[in-house]
């Protein structure tokens, strides 16, 4: 068997920065990632930071209109799971800057959408989230009232959110 194979362009090339020093205003996700056979942990934890945010499987011709590295996830460690063959805790810092104020839709659709069907992982969970009080300000909420909302979709005491998963990134 061949195995997996990335693109054009290895992903920890740009995409692990164990260098990075994290923010307060940086988001912040914890995935358990279970690589492919052959796929060093360095760059699934990589994949999934730019799979999540900017990256691509190859160069395309947008890449030249700004500068990524503003708006790019980063993988600034990755740790393996006490136990557990060949899985790891990848975290991820990803800029204010990729995302959309007042939101919900638009972070999780580029934290927990395409990245979960990538093929450089056989398995991948989000684990944790730590989003900064100052993007969850930027949260209006239902237009009419949360007590609306549940009582059209008779569901009480759990948290509700609907997105799209599809598309991840625009380019307005």
Known sequence: SV???????????TYYTPEYQTKDTDILAAFR???????PPEEAGAAVAAESSTGTWTTVWTDGLTSLDRYKGRCYDIE?????ENQYIAYVAYPLDLFEEGSVTNMFTSIVGN??????LRALRLEDLRIPTSYTKT???????IQVERDKL???GRP??????KPK????
């Open 80 to 84: 393996p799971v006490a136990g557990e």
């Open 169 to 172: 990134l625009g380019l307005s």
């Open 33 to 39: 990632v279970t690589p492919q056979p052959g796929v």
């Open 115 to 120: 990245v979960f069907g990538f093929k450089a």
């Open 139 to 145: 949260f209006q909420g239902p237009p009419h009232g």
């Open 3 to 13: 195995g997996f194979k990335a693109g054009v362009k290895d992903y920890k090339l």
């Open 154 to 156: 008779n569901k009480y």
């Open 160 to 165: 509700l959110l609907g997105c799209t998963i």
